[in-house]
């Protein structure tokens, strides 16, 4: 079964602007990661931030984690073209290794 | 080798046939993964591979699914009398670190498989 629920599930964007998704999951986490795929390609780990840190920056991604409230959001400053992709969030349990991944938010950034 | 290889890229079969999809994990990851992903969904976790531990299976979706991990190494996920539902993308992905760490997954490229 599938943890995190992404949202939206697309977004539509300029060249520039920012682009924010959220995810939700069900269960008390070890940690919460994102991926980006591009088209027909594998998945890329972007993040991974830990159920006690709030708040992760990465160059121009920032990810936030609110444990109370089961959630993540992943914010891109400045988007460009190369950003159009889909955005996964995924998560794993205490003593579960397995990651479970919501069905992402697919991206599009245009020039 | 760099990164995670799987292979066949691409494979086309008619229902009821068997095949195999092989993924080759990055040189020293402990730990492998398979997922199936289907068009325009999220990742189905199929199986867990850790070391020398029992795999975790519990994401197969039948027994026709079964999978092995030669040498702590290649694996090779098995789909026997393939159905038309079978039809996605099987990813695989490898992770350092032992039991009881998380951590990074890099996953290949995936095998597209498409049942007639």
């Known amino acids: 079964s599938q943890q995190g629920e992404e949202d939206p599930q697309a977004l539509s964007i300029q060249e520039g602007e920012n682009a924010t998704m959220n995810c939700s999951y069900k269960?008390?986490?070890?940690?919460l990661q994102w991926y980006r795929q591009n088209s027909g390609r594998g998945l890329v780990h972007l993040i991974l931030?830990?159920?006690?840190?709030r708040e992760k920056h990465s160059g121009r991604l920032r990810v936030t984690l609110d444990t109370s409230k089961k959630s993540s959001s992943l914010l891109i400053t400045a988007s460009r073209a190369a950003d159009t992709a889909s955005y996964f969030c995924?998560?794993?349990?205490?003593?579960?290794?397995?990651?479970?991944f919501g069905a992402g938010t697919t991206v599009t950034v245009r020039a | 080798g760099a990164g995670v290889s799987q292979s066949p890229s691409n494979k086309v079969t008619e229902k009821g046939k068997d095949v195999e999809l092989r993924c080759d994990p990055i040189?020293?990851?402990?730990?492998l993964y398979w997922y199936r992903q289907s068009l325009g969904q999220g990742l189905e976790f199929l199986i867990y591979?850790?070391?020398?531990?029992?795999?975790?299976k519990s994401g197969l979706p039948s027994d026709r699914f079964s999978a092995e991990r030669t040498g702590g190494s290649v694996s090779t996920l098995t789909i026997q009398r393939t159905q038309q539902e079978d039809s996605a993308v099987y990813l695989c992905?490898?992770?350092?670190?032992?039991?009881?760490?998380?951590?990074?997954?890099?996953f290949g490229e995936g095998s597209r498989l498409t049942v007639l």
């Open positions: 931030i830990r159920s006690n840190e």
């Open positions: 995924a998560t794993d349990a205490f003593n579960d290794y397995k990651l479970s």
């Open positions: 269960t008390s986490i070890n940690n």
């Open positions: 992905a490898s992770r350092a670190g032992t039991s009881g760490t998380t951590g990074e997954l890099f």
């Open positions: 591979f850790q070391g020398n531990s029992a795999p975790d």
């Open positions: 040189s020293g990851h402990t730990a």
